[in-house]
């Protein structure tokens, strides 16, 4: 999507501090941290959220649960600490930017149940 801050994020369109990538996922940080690390991992293809998620998604969803997810909390060095990973989905979700990602938060203790 042309308008998409994320799209342009993915494409280098619009800077950001990347600390993952790969062909279909790109993993960067969040601009306005609320924890000490805190991970915005995105597709590479535009999909508005959790609720466009279709079948021919399938690979692309297990790869970033399955490898990506684990592999940035190792290179952060937060998989021993623990960390959260969060999807917030459309108005109530609290979702902001309509392109699909998963927060990754952690160096620190958090809190629950969420606000
Ligand atoms: P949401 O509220 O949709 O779950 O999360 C959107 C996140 O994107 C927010 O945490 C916000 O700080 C972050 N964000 C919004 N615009 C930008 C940007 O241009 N660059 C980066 N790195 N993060 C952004
Ligand atoms: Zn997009």
């Known amino acids: 999507m042309s308008d998409c801050i994320f799209c342009k994020i993915a494409s280098k369109e619009a800077k ?3 600390v993952y990538e ?8 969040d601009l306005d941290p609320k ?3 805190h991970i915005l991992i995105i597709p590479k293809k535009h999909i508005d959220s959790l ?13 970033i ?4 997810i684990p592999k940035v909390a190792r290179d952060l060095s937060i998989d021993k600490s623990g960390f959260r990973i969060v999807v917030n989905t459309g ?3 609290g979702q902001t930017v309509n392109h699909l990602h998963f927060h990754m938060l952690g160096g620190r203790t958090m809190t629950w149940p969420p606000g």
């Open 51 to 63: 609720n466009e998620l279709d079948n021919s998604d399938k690979e692309l969803a297990s790869h």
């Open 91 to 93: 108005d109530d979700g």
């Open 35 to 37: 924890a000490p690390e």
């Open 16 to 18: 950001s501090n990347v």
């Open 22 to 29: 790969d062909d279909t996922v790109i993993a960067f940080r």
């Open 65 to 68: 649960l399955v490898d990506v």
